[in-house]
């Protein structure tokens, strides 16, 4: 199994919208290297759903539930999506600062690269995250 983070800025699809909906397809994505980390999400897969712009943070865990498919959105054969479920709403969430205060996590992505909007995690760093949580 692996690991991946999704961002999203809550004002255009929140967790909250995510578990109302039960599921989803994460389309606009526009940069080809998400895009190639969409495309290497398996069935299965946990993934950290993180609200960006105001109070950044990891705020929940969704699952990979359909592997990647051309974006309907979309006609550029680009461009895909995979279908998520909420999986798990964190009991506290970790905000952004709380991961930069955190040697063990100056290597992410979401620090190193912070416009990537899918970005894959080792499990070390999942794990870690999510023992934030609590």
């Known amino acids: 199994m692996n690991h991946w983070l999704v961002k999203s800025e809550p004002s255009a699809y929140s967790w909250d919208d995510f578990v109302n909906e ?77 991961i930069k205060e955190t040697p063990e996590l100056q290597n992410i992505a979401l620090i190193r690269q912070s416009r990537l909007s899918v970005m894959p995690l080792k499990k070390e760093e999942f794990d870690l995250i999510l023992a934030m949580s609590e």
């Not at 969409?38 to 712009?53: C, I, N, P, Q, T």
């Not at 929940?60 to 974006?71: L, P, S």
Request: glycine share 4%; hydrophobic share 40%; aromatic share 12%.
């Open 22 to 98: 039960k599921r989803t397809f994460w389309n606009g994505v526009r940069n080809f290297q998400a895009r190639n980390n969409l495309k290497a999400m398996k069935e299965g897969d946990l993934v950290f759903f993180y609200h960006s712009v105001n109070n950044p943070a990891v705020v929940g865990i969704a699952k990979v539930v359909r592997e990647f498919y051309q974006d309907p959105t979309t006609d550029d054969a680009n461009w895909v999506v995979v279908d998520l479920e909420p999986y798990q709403v964190l009991k506290h969430p970790v905000s952004l600062q709380k």
